[in-house]
């Protein structure tokens, strides 16, 4: 069996042929919390003033570990404010539906996709009852909603996932309308109804979204260069959406346009850049290239080998481009 492996934004290794890439549990802090420059909504901010300053001051902390790549020493200071809020707000009130939206979020970052299922759709419940009244809130709602996708997907629950990646995909498409901020919100979440399509074997259908993702990538990253890396992985997700229906020369530039970025970006992604290699090495060898194939999944090979030395979870991915590697001689 060929493994072609994709890369998500957690530590672990997936050997499914078919995992979430654009997943952004991270993005999701920054959507809700937002003193970084996306303006807190005025209900929020209002409820903000009825807060107690220490449980402010854990929130404030808990994004500073999470900008710090830290998110389970994010998620214990987040799981004190939220022991607050149920104690003391009521169900309705959009700092509870904030610190919901938020836990779920790092839960998912933890990969504790399970448990993140019950603050999400709490989150989401919230913010759709208030977001009739105050429009300001869309944007945190389609958040959740794209993480709800996200959660149900990670437990194998495909078909329920669509729903909620959708309205959030139509919520994103709107907003952006008027707010360019949120195309790369735009992007994440056409990426991953693409993904969503393909877990529930619609291949064709998962072509469109994923190619307008990398057309809207292409278009921010001439002004910020940050979001090459969500670029890349969209891009590595195009390349499979392509060799899933068997057009392989179709793959082929895509994948390596991939394998190009993370190049440069390999320093803080080796493990996207040896995905990027094998899944290049799969693409080269279906269209009759053996030795360019051999070449590049014996990079990816090194790469990982290097990397499962000090982490043991590495070793099921370099089993999977070892028996590539046999395959291909």
Not at 16 to 30: I, K
Not at 132 to 158: C, Q
Not at 284 to 291: D, H, M, R, S, T
Not at 310 to 324: H, I, R, S, V, Y
Request: glycine share 4%; net charge negative; proline share 6%.
């Amino acid at each position: 069996m060929i493994h072609r492996f994709q890369s998500t934004n957690a530590a672990r290794p997936l050997c499914a042929l078919l995992a979430l890439l654009m997943v952004l549990p991270v993005a999701a802090l920054e959507q809700v919390a937002a003193p970084e420059g996306r303006p807190v909504a005025g209900l929020l901010a209002q409820a903000n003033s009825e807060i107690p300053p220490e449980i402010l001051a854990l929130e404030m902390k808990a994004r500073n570990h999470n900008e710090r790549s830290e998110p389970q020493q994010a998620l214990a200071l987040m799981q004190q404010v939220m022991a607050w809020v149920n104690a003391n707000l009521p169900r309705n009130d959009p700092y509870r539906a904030q610190t919901q939206s938020i836990v779920g979020a790092l839960l998912n970052a933890e990969g504790r996709h399970q448990e993140a299922l019950g603050p999400t759709e709490e989150a989401i419940k919230i913010y759709s009852e208030l977001a009739k009244t105050n429009p300001s809130l869309l944007g945190d709602l389609a958040m959740a909603l794209n993480n709800l996708g996200m959660s149900y997907n990670e437990v194998g629950r495909h078909q329920e996932a669509l729903a909620p990646t959708e309205e959030a995909l139509k919520i994103y498409r709107e907003l952006a309308k008027t707010n360019p901020s949120l195309l790369g919100d735009l992007a994440m979440a056409l990426n991953n109804l693409g993904m969503s399509y393909s877990l529930l074997g619609r291949r064709q259908e998962a072509l469109a979204p994923t190619e307008e993702a990398v057309k809207v990538y292409r278009d921010l990253v001439k002004t910020n260069p940050a979001d090459l890396n969500n670029m890349a992985k969209t891009l590595s997700n195009l390349g499979m959406c392509y060799g899933l229906l068997d057009r392989h020369q179709e793959a082929l530039a895509p994948t390596e346009e991939a394998v190009q970025i993370y190049r440069d970006l390999a320093k803080t992604n080796p493990v996207d850049l040896a995905m990027a290699l094998n899944n290049l090495g799969l693409t080269q060898q279906e269209l009759g290239k053996p030795k360019q194939a051999r070449r590049s999944v014996a990079e990816a090979v090194a790469i990982i080998r290097q990397l499962a030395a000090t982490n043991p979870a590495f070793q099921e991915f370099m089993q999977g481009m070892l028996k590539n590697l046999e395959i291909m001689n």
